[in-house]
């Protein structure tokens, strides 16, 4: 059972920067597809971004160019580090993993979901 936490959420000016992490413990994490998804109110979760099979890497296209997630095996801890954020990149923010080896891109691709971490990006 693997579980993840969420940090680094906070609010923020626009053109600003956050850099979220999310801890896992409780598997393998080197053979874990990590993807963060965002939740803004009343719209359904979407995928921002995921790591997978040793460094391979994807960003939805809007996010492409601001935010990048990267991940570190040995703390068994992923981030998303956000520039350039506009006021409609606030959301919820959650951390989601799996096992296996290739990208899943929606919420019931995977397992295992943090308790999320609340981004809020003021005009």
């Known amino acids: 059972q693997v579980q993840l936490v969420e940090s680094g959420g906070g609010l923020v000016q626009a053109g600003g920067s956050l850099r979220l992490s999310c801890a896992a413990s409780g598997g393998t994490f080197r053979s874990y597809v990590v993807g963060w998804f965002r939740q803004a109110p009343g719209k359904e979760r979407a995928f921002v971004a995921g790591?997978?099979?040793?460094?391979?890497?994807w960003h939805a296209d809007s996010v492409k160019g601001r935010f990048t997630i990267s991940r570190d095996n040995a703390k068994n801890t992923v981030y998303l580090q956000m520039n350039s954020l506009k006021p409609e990149d606030t959301a919820v923010y959650y951390c989601?993993?799996?096992?296996?080896?290739?990208?899943?891109?929606?919420?019931?691709?995977?397992?295992?979901w943090g308790q999320g971490t609340q981004v809020t990006v003021s005009s």
């Open positions: 989601a993993a799996r096992p296996g080896f290739t990208l899943g891109i929606r919420p019931s691709d995977y397992n295992y």
């Open positions: 790591s997978w099979d040793y460094g391979h890497t």
